[in-house]
Structures are given as structure tokens and as C-alpha cells.
């Protein structure tokens, strides 16, 4: 079975620079999360969504990313503009349902802002 | 919210046993995973505990005190492959969002 795809792997863009983030769970999983990893620190979350609904965006930086889930199944996630901070690794993951089902990751894009 | 302590780094030798805690605070609690992640990879799942005691797969064993806000991965017999960072990981009991540690790093020595 395919785990979670995500694309590209490495991503350097100049700041100010819109980038695209893109993610397909692995098939059957209902929930999809996207995570920012800086250096040295865990997975924080960004967005949760519940097929195509974004349930929990609270920790989302709304004037400048963006994500979205049309047909409940893969996703993207935007920055525009992008700043130097950015810079980090975002995961996605997948769960079979929002209850106590395991999350599994994907390989992660690392965004070097410059 | 979720405070989740674990240490920056811990070097082991080859062969040896090593223990990381995990201690945490948390508005409500719904499970500790713990993830294993190799530089420049993806975090997988190791392990879960939702009730008190020990839980052992193979060379990984974790254990949980709800009471204490504890928990610890054991890793027996150590290969350098074990050489990754290790993630600890605390699921809220409203939200079931997953907090996360800032992750030990384990090197395993020859």
C-alpha cells in the first residue's frame, strides 16, 4: 500500500515568492494534516481537514497561507507571499477518522526561503 | 494546551540499552504516541499508549503514567540504525490534535 505522497521534496525560493505544497493521503484516509517542522523542534499543526472540510485551522497564518481539499482527497497548501521564517519542512499526514486512529507522515518539503 | 518535555540528546553504545522520558502537562489527554524520525524523513509511528503500563514490541517498549504525566521509550539492544530522533507526542481529549515534544536525538555508537 502507497503512504502519503508529497510534493516536490525540496523547494528554494526567493522571499516574497508565492510556493505550493502538494499532498495525496494514503487511499481510504478521511483526515488530512498538514504540519510545519522547524530545525530541532516537533510537528506543530496547521490545518486538520474532515474529507473536504477544514475542521481545525486555528494555528493557520491566514494572511498568508492557505490550503484547500476540493474533493476530499489530495490537498494543497500556499504561501504567498512567502517570508524568511518560512523556512522549515511542512508534513502532511493522514488518519483513517479524526478519533484515535494513528497518523501516518509523509516524506516532508523542505522550503528554504532566501 | 500541551507543554511536552523531553531531552535534546542522549548517545548509546551499539548493543546497549537506552530509556528516553517524555513528561507532559496537558489540558486533556486521549493518548501518547511516540514517532521515530531519521534526518531528512518522515516521523513513523512506533508506539501508543492510552492506558497505564508497559507496551512492548519488540526491541520498543513504552510505558505511560497518566497519574504522573510520564512516559518513556525503551530501546533494547541497539543497532546503529536506531541512530534518529524520537518524538513524543500527546493527543487532547477534545480536539484529538496531536502536540508534539521538540524530539531526542539517539546516536548510537560502535
Known amino acids: 500500500e502507497a503512504g502519503v505522497v508529497q510534493s516536490p521534496r525540496y523547494k528554494i525560493i526567493e522571499k516574497k515568492q508565492p510556493v505550493a505544497f502538494w499532498c495525496n493521503p494514503i487511499s481510504g484516509h478521511n483526515t488530512l494534516y498538514w504540519y510545519r517542522q522547524n530545525l530541532g523542534q516537533g510537528p506543530e499543526l496547521l490545518i486538520r481537514?474532515?474529507?473536504?472540510?477544514?475542521?481545525?485551522d486555528s494555528q493557520l497564518p491566514k494572511d498568508r497561507f492557505s490550503a484547500e481539499r476540493l474533493k476530499g482527497v489530495d490537498s494543497t497548501l500556499k504561501i504567498q507571499p512567502a517570508e524568511l521564517g518560512d523556512s522549515a519542512v511542512y508534513l502532511c499526514?493522514?488518519?483513517?477518522?479524526?478519533?484515535?486512529?494513528?497518523?501516518?507522515f509523509g516524506p516532508g518539503t523542505r522550503l528554504l526561503v532566501l | 494546551g500541551q507543554n511536552i518535555d523531553q531531552p535534546t540528546e542522549m548517545t548509546a553504545t551499539e548493543g546497549a540499552i537506552v530509556q528516553i522520558n517524555c513528561t507532559y502537562q496537558t489540558s486533556g489527554f486521549n493518548g501518547l504516541f511516540w514517532y521515530q524520525q531519521h534526518a531528512g524523513e518522515a516521523p513513523t509511528f512506533l508506539s501508543y499508549?492510552?492506558?497505564?503500563g508497559l507496551e512492548e514490541k519488540g526491541r520498543f517498549s513504552s510505558f505511560l503514567s497518566r497519574s504522573k504525566g510520564y512516559s518513556y521509550l525503551l530501546l533494547k539492544e541497539l543497532q546503529m540504525k536506531d541512530s534518529a530522533s524520537y518524538l513524543c507526542a500527546v493527543r487532547g481529549s477534545n480536539d484529538y490534535k496531536l502536540s508534539f515534544g521538540a524530539g531526542t536525538t539517539v546516536t548510537v555508537r560502535a
Open positions: 499508549n492510552v492506558l497505564d
Open positions: 499526514a493522514s488518519s483513517l477518522a479524526r478519533g484515535p486512529e494513528t497518523q501516518y
Open positions: 481537514y474532515e474529507n473536504e472540510e477544514a475542521v481545525d
